[in-house]
């Protein structure tokens, strides 16, 4: 006789029991005479599926007036549904118990839990302190108001979660693990093709099986495929684990073998020329019948073994244990986990990522409800471990375990029994897309005109670093990362060097920035716009300062350049004059440059007065539809205008531009 554990057919069976190993069909139940003694002999020897039956019928056909018995008959049948794992059904009859006065304390825990699982918070937070009333501090309801106070203010994360419809059935599919470079898939099914025609007294259905799926050469997976009966056999078998090497395979095994002897091992099988040989028990601890061994996960070194269990010394329910393991052999005495990882709730379906990274199912620490997926971080210092639980939507109120992760990314598959109203379990696939930084921009030249073939570089904090060319439109992008300072320059012949920084969010959100350049050239004018004087004077006007911060700017940032200053004014006025207006503006530019703390030496102030008339840009052409690109405004193109377009072109005219010159052609 054994305490069974693991997912039968799909269910993960909670309550003590003597299991009844040996293969039998289902109890009949008849639908004239149905006696309370029935159900619990069914109930005993493990067989829900015909003890739920009969005490529904016992229920169905029970006075009303007759409420002591129907209290009695409304706690073993929710006795009954929670070992099916049916908390619905449950904690209806969790609640006719209580109704009806029920002698039994722990019911009222029990009904709390099924609440819990049922995504019923309120009512659940109700018959949690109900509870605590009758037993204070008791660790699962304690846990269970905290897990609901968390999962209240938990925000949905970025993983993505699917129904994968290949792997699944109508029947259950549960723990999927990833095998061969996360080529193969190994998963547990009581679905039709499982084998042997003999069904399991728990619920009805074909015992489980364990069955694989392969990648084809595309990538995709192919339809499962039982495996062979060498694995397989008439009873249950499930939760495989792969060595890396894919030499070695450990399993949950529940049933009888040919000794007559029967309960919950663990199994070891060897692959040899591509096929696995028949499975053998694994010792672990030697004249242990009564104590179940579950779950097995290799750490992917594959010096130990993780394994559920609730052989003495543990923290109550079902534990994570490890032991030591080669080839198949258990070396040394096994070690429970401790109270970090157990809790008084049952603890299973371990799987360890890294040899230092533990992922498991709970019902006993503070979740969602039923099994939640926690992860566990062993800690340097003193060997304990750090244990938080997944996020939403990997956890869920229903049951959630079994995961496996491909290596090296944040995606792979667990099962869940969400959204089945029978309680089946089926394969999930989830991946984290994380976020998505992006970078993009355009580099213009002096006249907005976008530049191609531009020398972008980028150096990440981080250690990144970028070399980018614009595209035809002048374009480039690049991914980036959280968190990280950027220091961007763009480089383009004839052309100053231009540098920005940019640091990118920590908050875990898509972000979108655009770092545009605007290159200055070489020994070319360049418009210094929004730049205003009073009328008929040289005093500027403070909205000009602005764009003069900026060349103030690129001055600080290039000390290697000189440059000089011009003032031009429109046809207006007498010639000498203007000259002398527009020499007075350019000096005016230049004070202010050296207010700023540019070093005089390094401007240069003319003024031109009327004498070099604005030739029209493609940019001044696209403004104006009048002017045509490469005419010059001068004073008898402008005399053959309209007043109005006249207007236009001595404004036009009215300018105060910069240039960089070579050091070839300027020296101050």
Known sequence: MSKSV??????????????????????????????????????????????????????????????????????????????LNQSARAMVAYGNAIRYGYP??????????????????????????????????????????????????????????????????????????????????????????????TKSPVTGMKYNDLFVSEKDVSGAWKKPKRLPDEINTGFDEGTPSITRDGEWMYYTFSGTVSNGSG??????????????????????????????????????????????????????????????????????????????????????????????????????????????????KKTKEDDDWLVSSLPRPLNSTADDFGITFMEDAEEGFFSSNRDDVRGYDHIYSFVYPGTVIMVSGFVVD???????????????????????????????????????????????????????????????????????FEMVPYDEPVLLEHIFYDYDRATLRPESKKELDKLAAILREHPEISIELTAHTDRHGDEAYNRDLSARRAQAVLDYLRTSGIDANRLLAVGHGETEPKQVSKSIATQHDFLKEGDRLTEAYIEKLTPSQQAIADQINRRTEFRIPEPTFFTP
Request: charged fraction near 20%.
């Open 263 to 376: 309960g919950t091992s663990i199994y070891y099988s060897k692959r040899v020329n591509g096929a696995w040989s028949a499975g053998r028990r694994l010792q672990i601890v030697k004249g242990d019948t009564l104590s179940l061994f579950a779950h097995p996960a290799l750490s992917p070194s594959g010096r130990y073994l993780y394994f559920v269990s609730d052989m003495p010394g543990g923290q109550g329910g079902k534990d994570i244990w490890r032991v030591a393991i080669m080839s198949g052999h258990v070396i040394g005495a096994p070690c429970n986990l401790g109270v970090t990882v157990n809790s008084a709730g049952d603890e299973m379906f371990p799987y360890m990522r890294t040899d230092s990274t533990l992922y498991f199912s709970s019902d006993g620490h503070p979740g969602r409800g039923g099994l939640d997926l926690f992860v566990a």
């Open 6 to 83: 693991y997912h039968i057919n799909g269910f993960f069976l909670r309550s003590p029991i003597v299991y009844f190993l040996l293969a039998f069909t289902l109890f009949p139940v008849s639908c004239d005479q149905v006696k309370l003694s029935d159900a619990r002999s069914y109930y005993l020897a493990g067989a829900y599926h015909a003890a739920g039956e009969t005490y529904w019928k016992l229920y169905r056909h029970t006075s009303r007036d007759e409420s002591a018995l129907r209290g009695v008959i409304s706690f073993e049948m929710a006795e009954n549904y929670r070992a």
């Open 446 to 516: 002096h006249e907005d005109e976008f530049l191609p073939g531009v020398e972008v570089n980028v150096a990440g904090s981080d250690g990144s670093l970028r070399p980018l060319i614009t595209n035809r439109q002048g374009e480039y992008q690049f991914k980036a990362a959280r968190d990280v300072t950027y220091r961007l320059t763009a480089v383009a012949d004839g052309f100053l060097r231009q540098e920005q920084s940019l640091r990118t969010t920590s908050e875990e959100k898509d972000t979108l920035y655009y770092v545009d």
């Open 104 to 197: 039994d304390t722990m019911m009222y825990l029990s009904y709390a839990r099924m609440l819990h699982r049922e995504g019923k918070y309120p009512q659940a937070l109700d018959a949690y302190r109900d509870f605590l009333l009758l037993q204070p501090d008791h660790p699962l309801a304690v846990n269970g108001i905290q897990g609901i106070v968390l999962a209240r203010q938990e925000q949905l994360s970025r993983y993505v979660v699917q129904r994968m419809e290949l792997f699944n059935s109508a029947r259950s599919e549960f723990s999927p693990m990833l095998a061969r470079r996360d080529n193969v898939l190994y998963f547990t099914s009581s679905r039709d093709e499982a084998t042997g025609e």
